[in-house]
């Protein structure tokens, strides 16, 4: 498939971009500085802004698919989806946060006590966007949450789903190395099974 990807050169879009090229998809990796990316027969890079609609849509025309490993804060999602569809985007996955999964009936983590401050932001942002992404009709969206530890680590190919609610082990952790994130949301792409909604994955 052809797969554009916003936010290629950060940790996570890093190693998503890995794992598309791992499976042979010809990827147009979007960043504000692309020029750190080394050469790869099937990648383009491209220098984008997710805050200038016109310009990103053009980039994401003539797409399969789009992956967004964009930040939430700072991020318009409005102005991103309206490019979506502007370029005729029908399947988009995005990289979520833990923040909106339960870890009780009705409580979310962000809502949890001991929930670490300088995450509130961005995970109250990722919450926003996931309830917009609810309301969305005309996208084919799908929203990973990972682990509330997500960070890079080991390619192990061992993980298991979930849907709304934090997954952790029989120690009470929850985590995901962002090399197993990029398997499970490049097997979603590939083969579709959580369509307009949001699933989680944990080691």
Same mark, same amino acid.
């Given at each position: 498939m052809k797969i554009a990807l916003l936010g290629a050169t950060g940790r996570a879009g890093s190693?998503?971009?890995?794992?598309?090229?791992?499976?042979?998809?010809?990827v147009t990796a979007i960043a504000r500085h692309p020029e750190g990316l080394a050469p790869a027969p099937s990648l383009t890079p491209a220098r984008g802004d997710a805050a200038d609609e016109a310009s990103l849509a053009a980039l994401l025309a003539g797409h399969d698919a789009a992956i967004s490993a964009l930040p939430f804060a700072g991020t318009d999602p409005h102005r991103l989806l309206r490019a979506m569809k502007a370029a005729g985007i029908s399947?988009?996955?995005?990289?979520?946060?833990?923040?909106?999964?339960?870890?009780?009936?009705?409580q979310l983590l962000i809502d949890a006590p001991g929930f670490p401050a300088e995450y509130r932001a961005e995970a109250?942002? +990722?919450? @926003?966007? &996931? =309830?917009?992404?609810? +309301?969305? @009709?005309? &996208? =084919?969206?799908t929203f990973l949450s990972p682990a509330a530890?997500?960070?890079p680590g080991r390619r192990t190919g061992r993980f298991r789903l979930g849907t709304d609610a934090l997954?952790?082990?029989?120690?009470?952790?929850?985590?995901?190395?962002?090399?197993?994130?990029?398997?499970?949301?490049?097997?979603?792409?590939?083969?579709?099974a959580h369509s307009r909604r949001r699933f989680t994955v944990a080691n």
């Open positions: 190693r998503l971009l890995a794992e598309l090229l791992r499976r042979g998809h010809a399947r988009y996955l995005v990289v979520g946060g833990a923040g909106s999964l339960e870890v009780a009936p009705g109250s942002a +990722g919450r @926003a966007f &996931l =309830d917009i992404l609810r +309301g969305e @009709a005309a &996208l =084919d969206w530890i997500f960070e997954l952790t082990d029989a120690g009470g952790n929850s985590r995901i190395s962002m090399e197993d994130y990029a398997i499970a949301l490049v097997d979603e792409l590939e083969h579709p």
